[in-house]
């Protein structure tokens, strides 16, 4: 009888029964972005060129949009969303990861982090952490990012003066959320740049405010911006700076096409 | 090739037997003594698709809870997420209405969906309903009949308490459960509508913390002649429950053999479920007017502790809570149908009920310890309806059918974590239309229309002093056959679009206003009676739910589902229902597929002068079924740095698992 059963099911099985599939996961390449580093003017008039750009990120999340998918996500009375909901309040709620700390250099070369797992549908913002370079991140003590979450170097160029500089951002307290990332992933086609932005919308530079020849130590030294600095202007500008680099305006992720 | 065509044999012939088992019985046996009641056909259908289920589709197929008897309605599903004495996931005409948000329920009219439910918007619960108490269920998909209140989106369907003809006396059951099921139910049935069920409930349950303990007690007074100064009724009900809460599993889990199908995801949630309930109801019928009128006021309390995310939300305390409600209610509706000529008929519905609700979220740690108040709020909160509309005869062949419904939502909310405290209102107008058309004798056509509401739950009014109420509108067009008694086929077209979706989302404090979906769908039933005690029913559902704007599925609902079941009854004493129920995979976010379910269920009756013995088996095929899929983050392990990305996780269905039932009927 029970064989007979079984037949039933089986016939019924070959009819359409199906076993569930867990979401498609997407591996997609991570890589930094610099195309929109580049020759930038401060509300000041100095010209800010880098030629040295790099932080160290750890557990980036890509998100989808929370507002579309909140009626049809498992609702209140299967899912708690407590205030610490993570992906919540960061823009979203997370359907891409690439776990672990990676050293985002954009200049003088862009670095590859790495694959990032992501599950298909329209993303709209991201999510990371910035976190003080280690020897374990391949940064040796001797490099000035050790220690740091970011770095930039350049020059700065005012009428015939020319200073070179350096910041050295400490980590932020907080993950940085809310970091724009409109685009639809449906393949693993797509390669994700993390895009550093001199110049946000409405023409804001990343280094206004900054009075560099000001804070210059002195003819031919470099200016080391940092927050450790005995000059306390320094340390407001770093302050400043930290502010402005740690904002998810001068930050972008984009879909770019091709391996 | 071979054994696929000869397993097909084995199958058609397996189900051949089964379907034909009662006619053989029932040939050799002459006469049959048994007539099933036809109440389908007795009330004046709102739409196509309306019916009202009959005892013998109630009583022949096996159930464990009064909940279990929807799952006799085509086209619903049912999901358990939890255990037996948890409300139930309800999905139907491509809404998935969660625990009764979009679901409305009443039991002999009083409404049972709690509106601002801690737990879940117009959460359902009605361990209080003991099964063999349930003489009739009438079922309305879409929001088309005029009665249908607040959260009649995708339908609604009213329990009709009462001990069916054949368990008239007093009469005493005991079951066993080859899962570690004890049932003792007692009913009494007496004159005139009354009687008084009983039941005592312990199960162990099909797997890890799937347990459940529940007592009952259900009881119907009536007095009076309807025709003469008007019966008076009066409904008590009570309920205990205590039960296991075992999440829900990760698939890559189970499929890694790191868990069993059947294990608790969570093993120590636990939900306990309390109510009374009371209604003192008035009816007055003459050949021109039927009046009815119903007081009702209830005590409720409800308190889950669960943990579904683990460490997802809370890397190092986790992720359980403790919710907990309290509420009172009492409410009052009326309804009076007056004949205005020989041709109209006008019929007038009103009503107020009346909430009081203090409700808590905790975040908890295994051991109880409160770590955090995620909410803490009370409400004052009432739903007022008022309805009229007109049923006219425009000729022999023409019934028109138009009113509108007005639901007001006034709520008064303290949120006691903030201090905060709102007044605000909602409102809404339904619009309910329909027309039958008697094509020919056998013939039916039926169009209906209407508009079905949810309210905004109360902390929606601490965001928004007039949050709107979400508004659906459906249509239904219907074609019934009905040659003769032997035969019924019924095939409905549906559609239905939401034009605004609105949420409160708690975190932010806002209603959140959700894009628009439209939902298409048909569904075809057939009901045959081959011969006197033998009824088969066969059904296939469709629907096809979509966002307008993305033109994406709407996850979680079915798409498609078919039920085939054999119903008999035999003069010598011996009854039979077999259910096979099909339900095809269903689209789940971000590209996720349910798991297909097949489900062959069977019960088998003896009866034997005082004595009857059941016999109940579910899942006869015993299949690893799915009853509820999500898709969903969570995190096993605390400090665990990855596992963010949304996962599948599942509810199982019961094993393969049988039940005895004795039952003596006392006098």
Same mark, same amino acid.
């Given at each position: 009888m029970i064989r007979s059963l079984r037949s039933v099911a089986f016939v019924a099985l070959a009819l359409g029964c199906s076993a569930a599939e867990n979401p498609p996961r997407l591996r997609v390449k991570v890589a930094a972005d610099a195309s929109e580093i580049r020759a930038v003017l401060t509300d000041l008039g100095y010209e800010v060129r880098l030629t040295e750009a790099a932080a160290v990120v750890a557990d980036l999340h890509f998100l989808v949009s929370e507002t579309a998918t909140a009626r049809y996500r498992p609702a209140d009375w299967l899912l708690p969303r407590a205030h610490a909901h993570p992906g919540h309040h960061h823009g979203g709620a997370i359907a891409g990861e690439l776990a672990g700390r990676f050293v985002l250099r954009w200049l003088p070369e862009a670095s590859r982090l790495g694959e990032a797992t992501l599950l298909s549908g329209r993303y709209v913002g991201a999510s990371y952490a910035f976190v003080p370079a280690e020897e374990n991140d391949g940064v040796e003590p001797e490099d000035p990012l050790h220690g740091r979450a970011a770095l930039l170097g350049g020059r700065v160029l005012s009428d015939e003066r020319e200073l070179v500089f350096v910041v050295l951002f400490d980590p932020p307290d907080q993950r940085m959320d809310h970091v724009p990332f409109d685009a639809v992933i449906d393949d693993d086609s797509a390669v994700l740049g993390l895009r550093l932005k001199l110049e946000a919308d409405g023409g804001v530079s990343l280094f206004d405010g900054i009075d560099?020849?000001?804070?210059?130590?002195g003819a031919g030294e470099p200016l080391v911006i940092a927050s450790d600095h005995p000059d306390p202007e320094v340390r407001v500008a770093h302050q400043r700076l930290r502010s402005a680099f740690f904002h998810h305006r001068f930050h972008e992720v984009r879909a770019l096409r091709g391996r | 090739m071979r054994s696929a065509r000869s397993a097909a044999a084995s199958a058609g012939s397996v189900l051949a037997a089964l379907a034909l088992a009662p006619i053989a019985a029932a040939e050799s046996a002459g006469p049959l003594a048994y007539e099933s009641e036809v109440v389908g056909e007795a009330a004046p259908r709102s739409s196509a698709s309306a019916r009202n289920l009959s005892p013998d589709e109630l009583d022949l197929l096996p159930r464990r809870d009064a909940e279990d008897l929807l799952r006799a309605v085509p086209g619903l599903e049912l999901v358990q997420h939890g255990s037996e004495g948890k409300g139930r996931q309800f999905l139907l005409r491509g809404f998935?209405? #969660?625990?009764? @948000?979009?679901?409305?329920?009443?039991?002999?009219? +009083?409404? +049972?969906?709690e509106w601002s439910n801690v737990h879940g918007? #117009?959460?359902?619960?009605?361990?209080?309903?003991?099964?063999?108490a349930i003489r009739a269920l009438e079922v309305t998909k879409g929001p088309f009949a005029l009665a249908q209140g607040p959260f009649a989106v995708a339908g609604s369907a009213d329990f009709r308490? #009462? +001990?069916?003809?054949?368990r008239q006396g007093l009469r005493v059951d005991y079951t066993a459960g080859s899962m570690g099921r004890h049932r003792g139910a007692l009913t009494w049935a007496g004159p005139a509508g009354r009687f008084l069920a009983a039941e005592g409930l312990l199960d162990e349950g099909f797997g890890e913390n799937r347990d459940i303990r529940r007592g009952a007690i259900l009881g119907r007074w009536e007095i009076g002649d309807v025709s003469e100064g008007g019966a008076v009724h009066a409904l008590a009900a009570a309920h205990v429950a205590r039960f296991?809460?075992? #999440? @829900?599993l990760r698939d890559d889990e189970v499929r890694a053999g790191s868990r069993g199908f059947y294990d608790a995801a969570d093993p120590i949630g636990r939900g306990r479920s309390d109510r009374l309930l009371g209604g003192v109801g008035w009816t007055r019928r003459s050949a021109a007017t039927d009046t009815r009128a119903l007081v009702y006021g209830g005590l409720r309390s409800l308190e889950v502790n669960e943990n579904f995310t683990f460490f997802f939300l809370d890397p190092v305390r986790g992720d359980r809570r403790l919710q907990r409600e309290r509420s009172g209610q009492a409410g009052l509706r009326a309804a009076h149908r007056i004949r205005l000529g020989e041709r109209m008929r006008l019929e007038t519905v009103g009503g107020v009920r009346v909430e009081r609700l203090w409700q808590a979220e905790r975040k908890v740690s295994d051991e109880g310890v409160e770590l955090e108040r995620q909410r803490e709020l009370s409400a004052l909160q009432s739903l007022s309806h008022l309805a009229a509309g007109i049923r006219l005869e425009a000729n022999r062949h023409l019934e028109l059918r138009g009113g509108a419904r007005l639901d007001l939502a006034l709520v008064d909310a303290e949120d006691h974590l903030t201090g905060e405290r709102a007044n605000g209102q909602a409102v809404a107008l339904s619009p309910r239309f329909g027309a039958t058309w008697r094509l020919a004798p056998a013939w039916r056509l039926l169009a209906a229309y209407g508009r079905g509401v949810r309210p905004p739950e109360a902390r929606a009014f601490l965001a928004d002093r007039s949050p709107p109420m979400v508004q659906v509108d459906s249509a239904e067009l219907g074609l019934r056959f009905r040659p003769s008694r032997a035969l019924a086929i019924g095939a409905y077209v549906f559609g239905s679009h939401v034009q605004r979706e609105a949420i409160y989302d708690h975190l932010s404090g806002l209603v959140l206003e959700l894009g628009a979906s439209r939902r298409l769908g048909g569904e075809v039933e057939l009901d045959?009676?081959?011969?006197?005690?033998?009824?088969l029913l066969a059904d296939l559902a469709w629907v096809d739910a979509r966002f307008v704007e993305s033109g994406r599925p709407v996850p979680y609902v079915p798409r498609l589902g078919a039920g085939l079941s054999t119903l008999a009854r035999a003069p010598f004493g011996t009854e039979a229902g077999l259910r096979l129920h099909y339900l095809a995979p269903r689209p789940l976010p971000h590209g996720a597929r349910s798991a297909s379910r097949l489900d062959l269920d069977l019960r088998a009756a003896h009866a034997v002068g005082m004595f009857e013995i059941a016999l109940e088996v579910e899942n006869l095929l015993g299949l690893d079924r799915r009853e509820g899929e999500y898709v969903f983050s969570s995190r096993r392990d605390p400090g665990q740095a990855d596992g963010a990305l949304p996962a599948l996780h599942f509810s199982p269905a019961p094993p393969r698992h049988a039940r005895l039932t004795i039952s003596v009927r006392l006098w």
């Open positions: 560099f020849f000001a804070l210059a130590p | 998935d209405a #969660g625990h009764g @948000a979009d679901f409305e329920v009443t039991v002999d009219g +009083i409404p +049972i969906n918007q #117009g959460y359902v619960d009605l361990n209080f309903l003991v099964p063999e308490t #009462g +001990i069916p003809v054949d296991g809460l075992p #999440g @829900a045959l009676r081959p011969m006197p005690g033998l009824r």
